[in-house]
């Protein structure tokens, strides 16, 4: 136990904090785009998501590149890939905790998907922390 409490240091939850922020932009991101593209555009339910995912995803690279991790890495297109290949992880983990939510307990579509951001979130940050800006 000690040794995850040195871990977790002022810096680690800065970075968490800053994360987080950018993750809420993302959820606008996500939410307003599968929103659009499945309500308007009457795209199957998971595919609007994968695509309101992915703008978010991309539009979070940027702004976790800029501001929480502060990156100066001159290979921008491998560390995109990097971010990118964690986030369509996390895009499985997303639509399988949607898809069990929402197809085997009844949960609202949206409500789930609000609680598969919250779990890929944590997976996003960790995996994110340790290959991509590390």
Do not use: C
Not at 43 to 66: D, E, W
Not at 67 to 94: A, D, K, Y
Not at 97 to 110: A, E, G, M, S, T
């Amino acid at each position: 136990m000690i040794a995850l409490v040195e871990l977790i240091t002022r810096d680690l939850i800065l970075k968490f904090l800053k994360f987080g922020l950018v993750g809420f932009s993302g959820v606008f991101v996500d939410f307003t785009t599968t929103f659009i593209f499945k309500e308007w555009f009457k795209v199957q339910r998971f595919l609007a998501n994968a695509i309101g995912f992915t703008v978010a995803a991309t539009s979070n690279y940027y702004l976790n590149r800029i501001w929480t991790f502060e990156s100066h890495n001159p290979r921008v297109m491998v560390e995109f890939g990097q971010f990118f290949l964690i986030s369509m992880i996390g895009l499985g983990i997303n639509t399988l905790i949607i898809w069990i939510l929402d197809r085997k307990f009844q949960f609202n579509f949206y409500v789930a998907k609000l609680v598969a951001i919250g779990v890929v979130t944590i997976w996003n940050f960790i995996a994110n922390s340790y290959i991509t800006f590390a």
